[in-house]
Structures are given as structure tokens and as C-alpha cells.
């Protein structure tokens, strides 16, 4: 989550996700503020994705 918002380029939108994830329950707020903005909802959705994916494959790889 943190390396995904270090990436936006809306800085107000950076900043206040980056603020949540150093709140209690920051899972949970970040989840709630995508909310506020449904296209970097989105763009959080296929990053999840992604990076999901990649640790299966490494992991796939690594356990050959």
C-alpha cells in the first residue's frame, strides 16, 4: 500500500493515503479513502494484482 501511494502523482491524494497508513487499523482506512477516489481505486485494484501475481511466480520459481 505504502509503495503504491509513494507512486501517485496527485500529490493530495498521495499525501492523505500515506497519512491513513500511519493511522491504527491502516488497512482499513486505506481501503476507506479509495472510496473518495474510484479511479485511483481502480489503479489500486490491477497494482494489487499485479503484485500478487509476481509473488506467486516467484514463489513458483523457488519452490521448483
Do not use: C, G
Request: proline fraction near 3%; charge should be positive; avoid cysteine.
Amino acid at each position: 500500500m505504502v509503495s503504491f501511494a509513494e507512486h501517485l502523482k496527485i500529490e493530495k491524494i498521495k499525501i492523505r493515503l500515506l497519512n491513513v497508513l500511519n493511522r491504527k487499523k491502516p488497512f482499513n482506512n486505506f481501503k476507506n479513502t479509495l472510496f473518495d477516489f474510484p479511479e485511483i481505486r481502480e489503479q489500486w485494484f490491477k497494482y494489487h494484482d499485479e503484485k500478487m501475481k509476481e509473488i506467486a511466480r516467484e514463489w513458483i520459481e523457488i519452490h521448483q
